[in-house]
């Protein structure tokens, strides 16, 4: 395959040729080979698939939120060519059997997948022998699936994680910093009041403490906090922020109501721009979804009832293109967040960038091509989104290896695959 004069992130227009399912050449003029199919790409920009390295697609165990088909066509539409499924299943992804059934369902899978372990006071550390993404999401705090853990709990499993040269991903929220007072409250704001933002820097301080005095690497999963982000970099971790922490603060929550209930909360606005700060000046390492879809029955309840989570693993790029477009972000800097960024960090040598020899995990997108964002357009089970009515940049087509895996509103085959998987070619 061919695609003909399409525009990089650093603003270079190039022809890409792609032979079995790798970038074979990039350069200012090729020409088409014998029976090549070629895709014009003039006026369109060409972008490394989003690696998403934080989503929940629920299976097994609760599959009328999420299924791995319905995730993943999610994420294809979206410009995610991979996701890192969390252990926080049931049952949790903490035991040598427990991955192999979830790699199974992962089969269903669109587009490539990595498959993270938990940690739970029954968890079998010879999960560490399976081709894990990474050790975690750890919750220093519960959350969905009850999997919080206690201190020493988690230093045997980064001791466990070191030895293995595994890196973990780290919930970072200290339950004795929540704010017992905010229970008297029936507001939707009330639960931003509960789990405050000191709970955050308190735990991100402590995970970070103990992984320097392991020499761990410690990853810490949707920091919310301009705080929790500087103690991390400081400390020489690395850390993500949501969409949701980037895009939406406590002044959404009179409209989301329940709906922006996710862990950790949104925070006020002040706080939110710092973040946004930070992503964009190079401070933070990655843009990860935390894509938690809950059904619209289990959210329409009160504040304390209500699950916690949102879905966005397919309007993350979109959103963040729609910044570029606007010139509030870099498209170099969206395509490092979004990719390369990931792939370095987490050591995945074929992925993240447009380079001879990468897997071409490939998404084209018109840049000035603006959609209103609707729940009705996307693709997950749950059938809402937080970010309803705002604006985004879709793909027009999004490829795996290769292969298209999503044009147009149409979907391609399942060709998804563990990038962990020892055996692949």
């Not at 939110?272 to 938690?292: K, M, P, S």
């Not at 490829?399 to 149409?410: A, H, K, L, S, T």
């Amino acid at each position: 395959m061919l695609i003909e004069t399409a525009t990089l992130a650093d603003g270079r227009v190039r022809d890409v040729r792609v032979t079995d399912g790798r970038i074979e050449t990039i350069d200012s003029s090729l020409s088409p080979q014998a029976d090549e199919t070629v895709r014009n790409g003039e006026g369109k920009l060409l972008l490394p698939g989003m690696i998403d390295t934080h989503v929940h697609f629920r299976e097994p165990g609760a599959s009328h939120k999420e299924t791995w088909t319905t995730g993943s066509k999610s994420a294809a539409a979206g410009g995610v060519t991979t996701v890192v499924d969390q252990p926080n299943t049931d049952p949790p992804t903490t035991t040598p059997q427990a991955f192999e059934e979830k790699r199974e369902l992962a089969q269903a899978s669109y587009v490539d997948f990595g498959l993270n372990g938990g940690v739970t006071p029954d968890w079998s550390p010879a999960l560490l022998e399976e081709p894990l993404f990474a050790l975690g999401e750890v919750f220093l705090a519960d959350s969905t699936g009850n999997m919080g853990i206690d201190t020493d709990l988690f230093e045997t499993a980064l001791q466990a994680a070191t030895e293995h040269d595994i890196t973990v991903t780290v919930h970072a929220e200290d339950a004795t910093q929540f704010e017992a007072s905010a229970r008297e409250r029936s507001d939707a704001d009330a639960w931003s009041a509960y789990r405050t933002p000191d709970a955050e820097i308190a735990a991100v301080e402590h995970a970070c403490d103990i992984g320097t005095a392991l020499d761990t690497q410690v990853h810490i999963a949707h920091t919310s906090t301009p705080a929790g982000i500087d103690r991390a970099t400081a400390a020489g971790m690395t850390c993500e922020v949501t969409p949701h922490h980037l895009f939406l603060s406590r002044n959404d929550l009179d409209e989301l109501g329940t709906f922006g209930r996710m862990n950790p909360p949104l925070r006020s606005e002040d706080r939110r721009q710092a973040v946004y700060d930070r992503v964009a000046d190079g401070t933070v390492d990655l843009i990860a979804t935390d894509h938690a879809p809950h059904t619209r029955a289990e959210k329409e309840t009160s504040i304390w009832d209500a699950p916690s989570g949102v879905p966005g693993v397919e309007t993350a790029l979109p959103l963040l293109l729609e910044e570029a477009r606007a010139g509030r972000l870099g498209y170099e800097r969206v395509r490092d967040l979004t990719a390369t960024n990931p792939a370095r960090l987490f050591e995945l040598p074929r992925k993240g960038r447009i380079e001879a020899g990468r897997d071409a995990d490939l998404v084209l997108v018109d840049p000035d091509e603006t959609q209103e964002i609707t729940a009705d357009r996307l693709h997950s089970n749950c059938e809402w989104t937080p970010f309803e009515g705002r604006r985004g940049v879709f793909p027009e087509w999004t490829m795996v290896r290769g292969r298209i895996v999503y044009e147009n509103g149409d979907f391609g085959a399942r060709v998804g695959r563990n990038v962990r998987d020892r055996t692949a070619p």
